[in-house]
């Protein structure tokens, strides 16, 4: 018998916690990421009003420092820790495939002075079009757009870059490229990439719309992953006949692989969180898992460094968990995480090592505090041990801990 029947896990995406303890073997603009605190710098630099997580205990959270205006809780209403990384990587799919049970021991690879020219040829020979050359580099994806769009309305080049994530990004005028051609040469791109030297984790196709100065990416979206190099948890729910839910981005970070409800894509952080409450209020969800990613904290504020962005992104989503609470059962499990750090106070634009937050609630709950300091695997170990499957390469259950 399953200890607690739904479980919803929700991926704060980049919201790290402090500078894990092999931070100074990464590094951001040639800067160690040993000094980095996405929390706690956002807390310092610019206030952080997060009452419904305060309340949960996240202010509990050991750290050498406390959140500057996330005060402790007396009596929490919910569990909490810190999460280690064990997985060499902090990007988005090692971290998310770690929180499912994998120890990535070889990370992706990323360009930080662009992509090779031997790959910028072969796509150029395959599309028939030509790449601007001077786009191929770490860029953000609106200012790409920005920079290079209206050139592309008039010449029809590819627009392709990379980030501080192992991925290629083609950005396209959907009135200039349509979106079937799009997708094509990013399938065709996705097929060059899948080995060293350039095993990249994602391909992702990106739309645009507008005029120049005035240039949105719209929601078709696509991206191209390679799938997990050994079962996950996700996995394991499946083949055994659970329902898994996948909100956001998940779908594709898996590649599908475990998945057997996708609720799309997310507009944004909100409409991602509606998407979850739809699947929690579905009367088809009676058992099962919930994987929710919600990624405007990192696309939109943690890579362009902009921290009253991101703490504005945070107030959002905290003055929303009280919905996402009521739509739970009295017997269902909510876990917040986050994936990797991303601290918008700190040097370059890659993202942060850093521990992760844990805040765990349930309706049943009759205790509350703080659990050990764990490693990201400890999430999926617990839900493979709630409901009664075998657990993926790394991970230990804390079940017994939540009463």
Not at 213 to 227: E, I, M, P, W, Y
Not at 332 to 346: C, E, K, R
């Amino acid at each position: 018998m399953t200890k607690f029947n739904r479980i919803h896990l929700v991926v704060l995406d980049s919201v790290g916690i402090g500078a894990a303890p092999d931070a100074n073997n990464f590094v951001n603009a040639g800067v160690p990421d040993g000094a980095a605190d996405t929390l706690g710098h956002i807390s310092k630099a610019v206030g952080l009003d997060v009452p419904n997580m305060a309340k949960l205990g996240l202010g509990n959270i050991p750290r050498e420092t406390p959140l500057k205006t996330v005060p402790a809780e007396s009596n929490p209403t919910g569990y909490a820790t810190k999460l280690e990384e064990v997985s060499l990587g902090k990007d988005t799919m090692t971290g998310h495939w770690e929180i499912m049970g994998l120890n990535i021991t070889e990370p992706f690879d990323t360009f930080w002075n662009g992509f090779p020219e031997e790959i910028i040829t072969k796509i150029e020979e395959f599309s028939g079009r030509k790449v601007i050359r001077e786009a191929n580099k770490p860029y953000s994806g609106t200012a790409v757009i920005d920079d290079f769009g209206p050139r592309q309305m008039e010449t029809g080049e590819l627009i392709i870059y990379t980030s501080a994530d192992p991925v290629l990004q083609i950005a396209a005028h959907e009135d200039i490229i349509p979106l079937d051609e799009l997708y094509r040469i990013c399938e065709y791109a996705r097929s060059i990439t899948l080995e060293r030297p350039a095993l990249l984790g994602r391909i992702i196709a990106r739309p645009y719309v507008g005029e120049p100065g005035n240039f949105t990416r719209t929601a078709n979206r696509r991206d191209l992953a390679v799938s997990p190099f050994a079962p996950t948890v996700l996995d394991k729910l499946n083949e055994a006949g659970i329902d898994t839910y996948a909100v956001g981005k998940i779908n594709d970070i898996f590649n599908g692989a475990g998945i057997n409800n996708d609720m799309g894509h997310n507009k944004s952080n909100s409409h991602g969180i509606d998407n979850l409450i739809k699947a929690m209020k579905s009367e088809d969800f009676k058992e099962g898992f919930s994987f929710t990613n919600l990624v405007d904290f990192d696309a939109l504020y943690g890579h362009r460094r902009d921290p009253h962005g991101y703490r504005d992104c945070l107030h959002e989503f905290d003055k929303r968990l009280p919905e996402i609470m009521a739509a739970m059962r009295e017997d269902d499990l909510l876990l917040i995480t986050a994936d990797h750090g991303n601290d918008p106070t700190y040097a370059g634009t890659d993202h942060t090592r850093e521990y992760i937050p844990l805040l765990a609630y349930s309706p049943s709950f009759k205790g509350s505090g703080l659990i050990p300091v764990g490693n990201f695997a400890d999430i999926s170990a617990t839900i493979a041990d709630n409901f009664g499957v075998e657990t993926a390469m790394i991970g230990k259950s804390f079940l017994d801990q939540l009463v």
